[in-house]
Structures are given as C-alpha cells and as structure tokens.
C-alpha cells in the first residue's frame, strides 16, 4: 500500500453508541494502527431532525475510555477539518451543482402528497413505486421540464431536491474486501436524494464528498450499508474520483435466536449494549459497560472477536497484539452471535492481570461508597480474594467479612463445625495467639498446626470452626492469612464472640 491509510469513524449522533458502532471503530482503529495509517471521527449530522443532545459528547467519552483515541477530528482539528457535517455544509451544494452540469443528477419537484399518491397507485396495482430510470421522465423535474422552467420555479422559492441520475442497464461489479466480488444491475436502483432544498445534503452525497476530501482510503462500515455501495461507487464515477476500498462488517446478532442485537435486547437479557451508561430525555437508563464494572480492555477484547478471530487458539489479546494480528481478510461475512457469557469470562481473565495496588486503589473506592473505612492491608486482601472474582463487586462478595464481623454462622455450618468440644479447643487457639507476637501467615500456621499435631486433635476440628468464627461461613482464603489480615485483637475478638454464641 504507498498511499497513507485513512480510515474514518463516521457515527450519526442520534443516540448513544451502540457495541455495534464501537466495534466498527474498533475495527477502523485496528486496521489504521496495522497499516501506520490515520484514524478519524468525522460526526455525521446532516440530519437536524434525528440529532441528539449529548450523542458527540458521549461518542467522544466512550472512544477514549476504550482507549482507542482518534487522530483527528472535533477537538483535534488537521487540515481535512471541520469534522462535523453541519460545519461543513456550505460545501455540498457546488457538489450537488456539478452533477447536474455532468448531466449525473437533477432537480425534482414532485411534492410529498404526490409521491404518495404514486406509490399507493403503484401499490393499488401490486406494484412498488420506484423513483427511477423507468418512470423519471413521467414525473416532476429537470428532465422533463426546460431549464427555464426550472430556474423559475427554483426563483419562485419552489421546494425541490436534487437526485441522483442512475444509470439504465447497466452491470455493476462491486467488490467488498470481506465479501468479495458482487453484482448489481442499475435498473434496480432508485434515483436516490443527494440535497435538499432546506440546504443540507443526505447521508450520501455529505459521506462521499468527504470521505474524498478527507482522504479516505478505506471504508470500513456495518452491513446495513452494502445497499448503499452501488449508489455510492457510481457517485465516485460520476465525480469521477478514485474511489476507496469498502469492507462491510457483519452484523452482531442476538444471544440466542435470530435477528440483529437491539438496544433493548441488553437490559431485557441482562448485560449492557452500551459502552457507557445513557440516560434518554425521557428518562429511561440504559446500562453501560464502564459503569457494570467492565475494564476497557476486556471489552476490547470481547468486541474484537466479534466477526473476527485470528486462526490460532488465542483468545487473550491486548490492543497493541490486535493491532499486530488483525487483518480484514479474515473479518467473517456470517453474522456474529453476541456471547455475554463470553465477555464476562474476558472481565474475569483481564481482572487477573490488574496489579494488585491498583486494584486495591479500586476496590477501596468501592469500600468508601459503602461507607467503610478500615486499618486492614487492602492490598493482601484483593491478592487474596481475586482469583474468584470477576468485577470489583466480587471482591466485596467474597470477603465483605474483613471489613465486617460475622453477625451470625451459616446454620448448616453450625450444625457441622460447633461441638461439644469445640468452645475449649477455641479457648485454646486464642491462648496460642494471644502468646504470638509474630502474627506472620507462617508462624501462626506453625503454631496452631504443631499444637494440634502434638495434641493430635485432628485438623477439621478446630480449623471448620475457626473458620465459621472469623467469616460466618465456610467460604474465603486460607484461615491463617485471614487470622494475620485481621490481626490479634480482631480474630481474637471473633473468636470469643463465637465461644459465647455456643455458649
Ligand atoms: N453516518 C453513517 C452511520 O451512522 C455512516 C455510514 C458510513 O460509515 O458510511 O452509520
């Protein structure tokens, strides 16, 4: 490849960002990085109507969170800016203007009622109506009208759009780096809106003129715009500029049955379809990632594996690693099953990886909302506790009994662990603590563990209760590193309280 890949991110900010959107950033940021290329985000709002107040704020968060940061863009302005559509608007229209001086588009004049009067004709007669080579010249514009007409009218204050002339009879041969090679005839093809009298241009004619401004070299997009492909290399020819290379990602579907991932599918089913958390103007919450608990990096992760995989047994992949391994060849045309189990077995691997400071830095804010200080070693304690956890939450799960002392046992394990004999053995075990100054996981263990050897005692005994007595169940790390965590005066305390409870 000689010339500098620039791919582009082009979201329309009509609502929070779906997983879909971030893994065709993802996939976008992936290929650049590979290629040395540029990443940009160019914000598509030429449609007022649908645009939505915080969608860019929240688009541009959940781009860095993910650590997958654009080069440029809005807020990183380089030479191919502005990057938001509406700022760019008085650029469309010298382009919509030279279509129709190529002949390539025209304006139409049909009023709305009238186009609805056609198609319920159409329909009326089992019919679709398509507004195209096959009935243009039966309908209000520029074609059939003279120039004059047309300027008048235009003068006159008029409503018109222009559209786009396809052309009759005609094979096309698209090619789609994930799909390869296809065919579309012309003749099935609508004359589709490029501009419109309110000034602003569609979706196609704004996303092919900047795409060649901004230098695009490769489109990487959802699958819901291969229709689109047609439409859009033939505004490439009719320009008559080179156009880029396309590769349309595969849909991500349901968990189970069939049909696309809906935004609403998450939190009926229980797991986020949003990278952050998003509130709607009217009041609905809709879960995010980030605020489940999720690290970026297993979402990465998760998301990278949606439609792609690297042919090896590898799973675990970190974004530089992606960035070496991906390659759009291997992206799949099949659709993609989302897997939430999947991702929350990604969270579990990736937490594992989190230093054991900076995940005790975590799980103390977490321990702060909850209104708990405390003197304990909360790092010893999440190296401890990690291994079974999954989120931060997990780790208050799995040893909340540090932080707070059993109010009550676990009744079956009562029933087990408390004996006759056990409040004397216990009577025992804090007289050997109370005589250790070395409260260290090891000599502890070399005390207890000896007095029971001497007095062979049998280790269930006294290790089952001692247990229930520190944590209220018989769950947790090893006893001895939850005596030294607590320190002699806590498990000591612990202690007495359960001899008094079988009192
Ligand atoms: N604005 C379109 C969208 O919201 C962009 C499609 C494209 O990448 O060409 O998905």
Redesign the pocket.
């Known amino acids: 490849m000689s010339q500098k890949v620039r791919v582009r991110f ?3 900010p009509t609502g929070p960002l779906h997983i879909g959107g971030v893994r065709t950033a993802l996939f976008n940021y992936l290929f650049a990085k590979k290629h040395g290329g540029d990443f940009l985000l160019r914000i ?1 709002d030429t449609d007022q109507n649908r645009y939505v107040e915080g969608a860019e704020a929240y688009i541009i968060e959940a781009l860095n969170w993910l650590n997958i940061p654009y080069d440029e863009g809005p807020g990183k302005e380089k030479d191919c800016g502005p990057y938001r559509q509406s700022e760019r608007k008085e650029l469309y229209k010298q382009y919509a203007d030279t279509l129709i001086e190529s002949g390539n588009a025209y304006f139409a004049f049909d009023t709305a009622e009238e186009l609805d009067a056609h198609r319920k004709d159409h329909e009326a007669k089992g019919k679709t109506f398509i507004y195209n080579w096959h009935n243009r010249l039966k309908l209000k514009n520029s074609l059939v009208i003279s120039a004059e007409e047309t300027q008048q009218k235009i003068a006159k204050g008029e409503e018109y759009v222009i559209r786009f002339k396809s052309p009759e009879d005609e094979t096309l041969y698209l090619n789609d780096i994930i799909r390869g090679g296809m065919q579309v005839e012309t003749n099935v093809l609508d004359d589709k809106v490029l501009f419109k009298s309110d000034g602003m241009p569609t ?1 196609h004619l704004a ?1 092919i003129v900047d795409d060649h401004l901004m230098k695009i070299t490769h ?1 990487i ?2 699958e819901e ?1 291969l229709p689109s492909l047609a439409l859009h290399v033939l505004l490439y020819r009719a320009f008559g500029w080179n156009a880029p290379q396309f590769a349309h990602l595969p849909l991500i579907l349901k968990p189970t049955g069939n049909g696309k991932l809906s935004k609403r599918d998450g939190d009926k089913m229980g797991f986020p379809v949003f990278p952050l958390e998003w509130k709607t103007a009217e009041g609905d919450l809709f879960s995010g990632y980030r605020e489940d608990g999720y690290l970026p990096e297993a979402v990465i992760n998760m998301l990278a594996f949606l439609g792609w995989n690297p042919g090896t047994e590898q799973e675990i992949f970190s974004l530089e690693e992606l960035v070496e391994s991906f390659d759009l060849e291997r992206v799949h045309k099949a659709g993609a099953k989302f897997d939430p189990e999947k991702t929350k077995w990604f969270q579990h691997q990736y937490i594992q990886t989190v230093d054991d400071a900076e995940l005790a830095s975590q799980f103390s804010k977490f321990l702060k909302q909850k209104d708990i200080s405390t003197a304990l070693d909360v790092t010893k304690i999440v190296s401890l506790l990690k291994e079974r956890a999954t989120f931060v939450s997990d780790l208050w799960e799995q040893g909340s009994f540090f932080f707070e002392a059993p109010e009550n046992y676990d009744a079956k394990a009562a029933e087990k662990a408390f004996k006759p004999e056990t409040p004397e053995l216990l009577q025992q075990v804090v007289s050997i603590l109370n005589t250790s100054e070395d409260f260290s996981v090891e000599k502890l263990s070399e005390k207890v563990k000896g007095w029971i050897t001497s007095e062979n005692i049998g280790f269930g005994k006294v290790m089952m209760p001692l247990r229930l007595a520190l944590v209220g169940e018989m769950k947790g790390p090893d006893v001895f590193d939850i005596l030294s965590i607590l320190g002699k005066e806590e498990s000591i305390s612990r202690i007495e309280k359960a001899i008094d409870f079988m009192g």
């Open positions: 082009a979201p329309s598509e979706y996303n489109v997009r959802g715009w």
